[in-house]
């Protein structure tokens, strides 16, 4: 029997989605109203995280005097790596730890963002590292409470972190990246201010932007809902539950508003609507896959960024070698929509009708493709690197690539089609080479 919503649930399996979000805060000049939010959650004293760039931007100042104004007391934490690590991620719980704190707001990208949600947890409840990391890495432990007031202000458009329960960070041993997933992660309130973006460079928005796109394309062709198991309590319900009537309005949203201010907000940094807009994409995007969920491209995207050796993207710090996240992730998407397209073909037609492709008589044993060239399409008018072999990969490289892949079961297990690990190993193969069919596309 179909659900009203057009979902119809297999026998036995999964009838009902949750809806988790964060209080959000949207406009031009809504940093200058933090000190009342922050207040308004009962905080008195609050570490700020930050890092060292994003503390020199007027959007630290406006900040910082908001929350003075407000009567609240601010220690600033401005260590915050570009790529986190675990050895960061501990360094800064053991600042947390120590200040007494009842709150806590973040002012900056992803990184700072996440380095604050995985601060406060290690304060509130410590244990050594791998307790709440995602398995197989670490031990996937219940976050066992609440956690104190955090108030998520981005200055990029991109991550979505300030709206979902998710920490991601580097583990220098394995050479990949992982993360924390809870419910209990996700930000108190979200001040998403576009002014904190005017100043960012065009690499920036780019590589944030296509993050967005992203989200919004793994989020609206997830596995849906209702192919999950039924759980044995509401509250072992996942927290990446798979595609749903609520995620598939925002994802799709956010697409459209992506493909339509992405390249000009990389272009022309006095453009205050594509910058707008393209923020609003991305709170859009992280409102949805904060309740469906990513998949292929951010799994690989986990290896990509972990093994670098030596590439360095324009006007990102340069003193170490570190791919952008958002580059990351869509060097491997051309490949891995190639992948999924089978298992929705309506969907990635969709997807890439919206992206600009002539989709007229198209079927589905096109979609894959057509939703492929338009995303390589953007990526060059954006500049961004365009394959793997860019960032210094090369066949060598493919099996570490699909063993930090691997070990990201929770995105791989929300894919619309089962992955093997031979198919983890051609998809790096084929994003070497983006114009080549994946594995597994139909042509």
């Avoid at 996700?186 to 960012?200: Q, V």
């Avoid at 996240?325 to 298992?343: M, W, Y």
């Avoid at 072999?389 to 066949?395: F, Q, R, S, T, V």
């Amino acid at each position: 029997m179909s659900c009203a919503h057009g979902y119809a649930p297999a026998e036995g399996g999964e009838g009902i989605f949750a809806v988790d979000a964060s209080s959000l805060t949207f406009g031009r000049g809504a940093l200058r109203e933090a000190g009342a939010v922050v207040r308004g959650l009962g905080c008195t004293r609050v570490a700020l995280f930050t890092d060292a760039r994003v503390r020199e931007i007027d959007a630290y100042a406006c900040l910082t005097g908001s929350l003075a104004e407000a009567g609240v007391d601010v220690v600033t934490y401005a260590d915050v790596r570009v790529e986190p690590t675990d050895a960061s991620f501990e360094a800064a719980a053991a600042f947390a730890r120590g200040g007494r704190f009842d709150g806590y707001v973040s002012l900056g990208g992803g990184s700072v963002i996440d380095t604050c949600k995985a601060a406060a947890l290690y304060a509130a409840y410590p244990a050594d590292f791998f307790a709440y990391v995602n398995a197989p890495v670490g031990r996937a432990e219940a976050v066992p409470g609440p956690l104190p007031p955090h108030v998520a202000c981005p200055t990029t458009a991109g991550t979505g972190s300030e709206l979902t329960g998710i920490a991601v960070c580097d583990v220098v041993s394995l050479g990949a990246k992982t993360g924390i997933a809870s419910r209990r992660l996700r930000p108190s309130h979200a001040i998403i201010d576009p002014d904190a973006t005017r100043t960012l460079p065009a690499s920036v928005v780019a590589a944030g932007g296509f993050d967005v796109l992203c989200h919004a394309i793994e989020s609206y062709t997830a596995r849906p809902f209702t192919a999950r198991a039924r759980p044995a309590t509401p509250a072992a319900r996942p927290m990446s539950q798979g595609r749903n009537p609520w995620s598939d309005h925002g994802s799709f949203a956010a697409l459209e508003l992506g493909a339509a201010h992405l390249v000009r907000a990389v272009r022309d940094a006095s453009d205050d609507e594509a910058r707008e807009q393209l923020m609003w994409a991305a709170t859009l995007a992280g409102l949805a896959f904060g309740n469906a969920g990513v998949h292929i491209p951010h799994a690989m995207a986990y290896a990509v960024a972990g093994l670098v050796r030596d590439f360095r993207m324009p006007d990102y710090p340069g003193d170490e070698a570190m791919v952008p996240h958002g580059v990351s992730v869509v060097v491997n998407a051309p490949a891995a929509v190639r992948f999924t397209a089978a298992a929705s073909p309506e969907r990635h037609l969709a997807c890439a009708r919206t992206l600009g492709a002539d989709t007229r008589g198209a079927g589905p044993d096109d979609a894959g493709a057509l939703l492929a060239e338009a995303l390589e399409r953007m990526m060059r008018d954006a500049e961004v690197p365009g394959d793997l072999a860019a960032l210094g990969y090369g066949d060598d490289d493919v099996p570490a690539l699909t063993r930090g892949t691997v070990a990201q079961a929770r995105l791989l297990g929300n894919a619309p089609r089962p992955v093997a690990e031979s198919d983890v190993a051609a998809l790096f193969r084929a994003s070497l080479r983006p114009s080549s069919a994946a594995p597994g596309e139909t042509r």
